[in-house]
């Protein structure tokens, strides 16, 4: 099976970065969008932003230009660079990858999620 491993959590402070990252155990041939989402305790999970296989991006309204997704030099990457950081972006990050099985069939990977907290 496909795993899914972020890094690059942790606690920092308002006005702090991080820099998220997510890396896949093989390559997916076929992959439709890329993207990070993030849940906070008792809220329903909510996208961050979302690139496509042509590298195409959406973000979004909270972001507000302070985050950027990108994809790594090394194949089946995907980083998400947070800036100015806020206490309300506290909550577990995921990757998630959008696999074309085809004959319209698509399959969701998701990662375990990985803890942001930015607190003082």
């Known amino acids: 099976q496909v795993q899914v491993v972020e890094s690059g959590g942790g606690l920092v402070q308002p006005g702090g970065s991080l820099n998220l990252s997510c890396a896949v155990s093989?390559?997916?041939?076929?992959?439709?969008?890329m993207g990070w989402y993030r849940q906070a305790p008792g809220n329903t999970r909510e996208l961050v932003a979302v690139?496509?296989?042509?590298?195409?991006?959406d973000y979004a309204d909270f972001v507000q230009d302070r985050f950027t997704i990108s994809r790594g030099n090394a194949k089946n990457t995907v980083y998400l660079q947070m800036n100015a950081l806020k206490p309300e972006d506290t909550a577990l990050y995921y990757c998630?990858?959008?696999?074309?099985?085809?004959?319209?069939?698509?399959?969701?990977?998701w990662g375990q999620g990985i803890q942001v907290t930015v607190s003082s």
């Open positions: 998630n990858i959008v696999e074309i099985l085809g004959d319209g069939l698509e399959f969701d990977y």
């Open positions: 093989r390559i997916i041939f076929s992959i439709k969008t």
């Open positions: 690139m496509t296989s042509g590298g195409f991006t």
